[in-house]
């Protein structure tokens, strides 16, 4: 049983800061090679990825947060985090925490849900105008 608990969501301001937090557990997390990721998902739109680190340290963000969003993870066996700063309006949404066994994919290309077989539960944020 593998179990991915997020931490950190809130409320703030438009232009404000939040990082979340991902911690991994359970005898089933065996991706030592693999990546975890950060997706978001709005009331009424499809999940979308947000931000994944893998094994090697290469990342990926989408367009929409680059330049203001930071993921990063020490290790496998540490907490992954997502630093979020510049937050606006549009950020808000649920945000999960994936894990899976592929590598990040190349700057231009989706994140896929599908890549990802671990979730967490959510963490919900909320950016105000």
């Known amino acids: 049983q593998v179990q991915l608990v997020e931490s950190g969501g809130g409320s703030v301001q438009a232009g404000g800061s939040l990082r979340l937090s991902c911690v991994a557990s359970g005898s089933g997390y065996t991706y030592v090679t693999g990546s975890m990721g950060w997706f978001r998902q709005a009331p009424g739109k499809e999940r979308q990825g947000v931000a994944a680190i893998d094994s090697d340290g290469e990342t990926w963000y989408a367009d929409a947060v680059k330049g203001r969003f930071t993921v990063s993870q020490d290790n496998a066996k540490d907490p992954l985090y997502l630093q979020m700063n510049s937050l606006k309006p549009e950020d808000s949404a649920m945000y999960y925490c994936?894990?899976?066994?592929?590598?990040?994919?190349?700057?231009?290309?989706?994140?896929?849900?599908?890549?990802?077989?671990?979730w967490g539960q959510g963490t919900r944020v909320t950016v105000s105008s």
């Open positions: 994936a894990a899976g066994p592929g590598g990040v994919p190349p700057s231009g290309r989706r994140l896929l849900v599908e890549d990802f077989g671990y």
